[in-house]
């Protein structure tokens, strides 16, 4: 065997893994990833081991980084997100449940002895974190269209009103793409006058396209949040899972930590980090804009409106949040789960429209989804 090269084995084992994938990829309509992207002019850099370990904002002696592009995107989202002026701060994360473990990190910090609302709708990682984080917490319900019960909420914090109030606020639940609204959480902590509160927004896949659709929801930092995570690979697009996080920098202070080794300050909470993916992020937002990125979220709109009224038109009770891209209804048989990949629970299904889905794979779901009624 030659050295460096794939015994022919090994390289038809890669050739299968290319061929299940793009296959894969093509009836995919069940979670929250887009693929309409094209990175081939960025081929050159993964030849290159680039990590932006420590704080993108504070130079590091390691120098072969993108840390110049990872401060654009994070400026990007602080701006989009209306964060205070000169007030804020972010990193590129490996995803939006790094985001939210940092949402709660720093709510803990700032609140020790708070407690953490969440609703039950919430995605499953925050659970985790929160167990991780040892902090304390109680599961409020949800309405039944997934986005909490305010009433709920209000009840719970004024049994234990001695308590700091953390609340993790749904920017879009996982399965209904329900959204919290935040200047109601606020009303609820005014009205009971709680002065220690933070509230952290996981806007995972809503809250990467919020900002471009009116009325625009109630989510951001002007809206009331201290701290926002995003996924990157949801709405915007990678082919590797990553996201954003922004904070307020005077919150992000109180945790930094200089370090020698590495010649930067400790603000994130992995040592190396992914030095490809704020360059795949700087890229897609450089090419989209704004406008490309507003006309992506209308057509994911459009679509989603499509699927609802096509699915409905063949007798299936099919619904969504207003303004969302996710279309719930009735569980489907398990082949056509398979092939399209939805995700179920509780004999529920959805299909997420993201920018790449068109009318003709809806066209297609629908003509397979009532060949199946027939045959029931
Ligand atoms: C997808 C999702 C997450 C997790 O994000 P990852 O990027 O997969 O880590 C968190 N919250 C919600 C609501 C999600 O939909």
């Given at each position: 065997m030659q050295e460096n090269t794939l015994s022919p084995e090994d390289q038809y084992t890669l050739t299968e893994l290319l061929y299940k994938i793009q296959l894969k990829t093509n009836n995919f309509?069940?979670?929250?990833?887009?693929?309409?992207?094209?990175f081939t002019e960025l081929i050159?850099?993964?030849n290159y081991p680039m990590n932006n370990l420590g704080d993108p904002f504070v130079d590091s002696t390691?120098?072969?980084?993108?840390r110049e592009m990872e401060k654009e995107v994070i400026e990007f989202f602080a701006t989009l997100f209306r964060a205070e002026k000169d007030n804020w701060w972010g990193y590129v994360t490996n995803g939006g449940s790094e985001g939210n473990l940092y949402g709660l990190y720093l709510a803990r910090e700032l609140h020790p002895k708070g407690m953490v609302y969440c609703s039950?709708?919430?995605?499953?990682?925050v659970q985790k974190n929160i167990h991780l984080l040892n902090m304390t917490n109680i599961v409020i319900s949800a309405q039944?269209?997934?986005?909490?019960n305010y009433q709920d909420l209000e009840d719970t914090i004024r049994m234990n009103r001695h308590m700091p109030v953390i609340i993790m606020a749904?920017?879009?639940?996982?399965?209904?793409?329900a959204r919290d609204d935040i200047s109601k959480i606020k009303d609820i902590l005014k009205k009971m006058a709680i002065k220690n509160y933070y509230i952290h927004a996981d806007?995972?896949?809503s809250g990467s396209y919020?900002?471009?659709?009116?009325?625009?929801?109630?989510?951001?930092f002007a809206d009331g949040a201290d701290s926002i995570a995003i996924s990157g690979?949801?709405?915007?697009?990678?082919p590797m899972p990553c996201g954003v996080v922004v904070v307020k920098k005077s919150n992000r202070d109180r945790i930094a930590r200089s370090v020698a080794y590495i010649g930067s300050?400790?603000?994130?909470?992995?040592?190396s980090r992914n030095g490809h993916s704020p360059l795949f992020l700087w890229y897609t937002l450089k090419k989209h804009g704004i406008d490309g990125l507003k006309k992506r979220a209308q057509h994911s709109l459009a679509i989603a409106q499509y699927a609802e009224r096509k699915l409905k038109e063949i007798g299936i009770a099919a619904w969504r949040n207003p303004n969302t891209i996710t279309v719930n209804f009735p569980a489907p048989s398990s082949a056509i789960r398979k092939k399209w990949q939805l995700a179920s629970e509780n004999a529920i299904s959805h299909i997420i429209c993201m920018p790449n889905v068109q009318k003709e794979q809806i066209d297609q779901l629908v003509l397979e989804m009532k060949a199946d009624l027939v045959e029931v």
């Open positions: 309509m069940g979670y929250p990833v887009s693929k309409d992207f094209d050159p850099f993964l390691y120098g072969v980084d993108s039950e709708s919430t995605h499953y990682s039944e269209n997934g986005e909490i749904n920017i879009g639940t996982t399965m209904t793409e806007g995972a896949l919020s900002a471009f659709i009116e009325p625009r929801p109630a989510f951001d690979h949801k709405f915007f697009g990678s300050v400790d603000t994130t909470i992995t040592g």
